[in-house]
C-alpha cells in the first residue's frame, strides 16, 4: 500500500493473489536494470501510477492482471491504451 517501486518488481505467491493499492511503479536510475513488473500471480493494482515501466507477463503463469483505476504516465488506463505498457499478450489484463 502507498509504496513506490523503482526498476524491476517480480514476485510469485503461487496461488495467492496478490494487491497493490495507491502504489507508484516509475523507473530507477540504472539503465543496466530493466523497468518492468513481472507478476506470476494473479494481481490487482488498485490506484497505482505507472510512469516509466511495463507490465512484463510471462505467458507460462497465465497470471490474471486487474487494474481499477490505474494511470500510466498520468493518464488512465483504458482498454486501448493498455497496450502501450503490457509486454506480451495483453488478453489477460482486466481493466475495471
Known amino acids: 500500500n502507498n509504496t513506490t517501486f523503482a526498476g524491476w518488481t517480480s514476485y510469485n505467491e503461487f496461488f ?6 495507491g502504489c507508484t511503479f516509475k523507473a530507477n536510475t540504472n539503465p543496466e536494470i530493466y523497468n518492468v513488473i513481472r ?5 490487482v ?4 501510477e505507472f510512469s516509466g515501466t511495463e507490465l512484463w507477463l510471462d505467458q507460462l ?3 490474471k492482471i486487474t487494474l481499477k483505476n490505474c494511470t500510466y504516465k498520468g493518464e ?6 493498455v497496450f ?4 506480451g499478450d495483453a488478453s489477460s489484463i482486466v481493466i475495471e
Do not use: M
Open 45 to 48: 493494482f488498485e490506484g497505482c
Open 84 to 87: 502501450t505498457i503490457a509486454y
Open 76 to 81: 488512465k488506463i483504458t482498454d486501448a491504451s
Open 61 to 63: 503463469a497465465g497470471a
Open 16 to 21: 495467492k493473489t496478490v494487491t497493490f493499492n
Open 39 to 43: 507478476p506470476y500471480s494473479e494481481s
